[in-house]
């Protein structure tokens, strides 16, 4: 039997970064949901901080959450510094920080 088509690692990253874009792009034009209201809206700890490591050491971002997770405290922090209150372009982030971390663990996985 004859394949007419070749999969190579190009076209199967092409194929998971496309089918990741059609199934979460769609988050681009969403507003803030469920959490995000309690992490972001609301959140004078977030609003107030002078600095990342200043929001750091006040500890009240995650004191009701019950998880510490510097790095992202630090997303946060810049996203909040730089555009504000913008859901689109936090889920942008969200899903090219998805795309890369796909790629990675795709070619590790056929590296393997």
């Known amino acids: 039997m004859t394949s007419y088509f070749k999969i190579t690692k190009n076209s199967s990253v092409i194929l998971l970064l496309l089918y990741l874009w059609a199934l979460y792009g769609q988050a681009l034009f969403f507003g ?12 004078k700890t977030l609003q107030e901080a002078s600095s990342w490591t200043t929001f750091l050491k006040k500890g009240e971002f995650y ?19 730089f555009h504000g209150l913008n859901p689109f372009i936090m889920h942008l ?14 070619l590790w996985h056929t590296h393997l």
């Open 63 to 81: 004191q009701n959450l019950g998880f510490f997770r510097p790095l992202h405290a630090l997303f946060f922090y810049l996203d909040y510094t």
């Open 32 to 43: 803030f949901t469920w959490d995000d209201h309690s992490l972001f809206l609301e959140n």
């Open 93 to 106: 982030e969200n899903l090219i920080l998805a795309s890369i971390f796909t790629v990675i663990l795709f």
